[in-house]
């Protein structure tokens, strides 16, 4: 099944819609601007250039993979947390494995909760 683009273009926008699609794009924008004259700043460039803008927008894409993988440490180091606290009311072989992966889980939310 192929879609028509001119009719996939020709979609009314609601008003709501329009009125979020651009603050949506003000607030990137808004981001990417700041970022690319932090970028020119930190090289202590006269002006903005290019590179600058292309180096914002690799940086705001990173953030947000970084938001997803910080998440994802926070749920496992908060299970593995509760691993250990099983391992510490237990006594035998299984505790030192337990006690390990707990002490891995508050590694994984310490990385998560770091950023």
Do not use: P
Not at 14 to 43: C, P, Q, T, V, W
Not at 51 to 64: N, P, Q, R, S, Y
């Amino acid at each position: 099944m192929r879609s028509n683009h001119s009719e996939i273009l020709n979609k009314k926008l609601d008003s709501s819609a329009e009125k979020k699609i651009n603050e949506y794009g003000d607030d990137f924008i808004a981001n990417l601007i700041f970022e690319s004259k932090r970028i020119a700043f930190r090289e202590k460039a006269d002006s903005v250039i290019n590179t600058h803008v292309e180096k914002a927008l690799d940086i705001i894409e990173t953030k947000k993979q970084r938001h997803w993988i910080n998440e994802l440490c926070k749920i496992l180091g908060g299970a593995f947390i509760g691993i250990l606290a099983t391992a510490l009311s237990t006594s035998d072989m299984r505790t030192i494995i337990l006690s390990v992966l707990g002490l891995l889980g508050l590694f994984l939310v310490f990385i998560g909760v770091n950023e």
